[in-house]
């Protein structure tokens, strides 16, 4: 359901653009979903970075506040993760989920984003 891409091997300082298309889900499915990156390290659980909640609100975790940008497109179906000043702890398994209403969850298949010093 869900497509990720953008991920890569940056240095510290650098900049990376999420994408997440969910190409197979319908419109009317997606508008009103509840849109989300996580982000997995190396031996640790998966975290909540960035959402987008049903009402619109996003929240970020406080390690990315300032340096990371959730958005959506609706008529594209995509859900971005705009990362700058990126740190060598932003490195990880990035996943798109997203939270339908009344179909479930979803999750994407991960994209690698590896920051170096």
């Known amino acids: 359901q869900l497509q990720a891409s953008g991920g890569g091997s940056v240095q510290a300082g650098g900049s990376l653009r999420l994408s997440c298309r969910a190409n197979r889900m319908i419109t009317s499915t997606f508008n009103p979903s509840a849109v989300a990156w996580y982000r997995q390290a190396p031996g640790q659980q998966r975290d909540l970075v960035a959402e987008?909640?049903?009402?619109?609100?996003?929240n970020y975790a406080d390690s990315v506040k300032g340096r990371f940008t959730i958005s959506r497109d609706n008529s594209r179906k995509m859900v971005y993760l705009q990362m700058n000043s990126l740190e060598p702890g932003d490195t990880g398994i990035y996943y798109c989920?997203?939270?339908?209403?009344?179909?479930?969850?979803?999750w994407g298949q991960g994209t690698q984003v590896t920051v170096s010093s």
């Open positions: 989920h997203v939270r339908t209403r009344a179909n479930g969850a979803y």
């Open positions: 987008i909640t049903t009402g619109g609100n996003k």
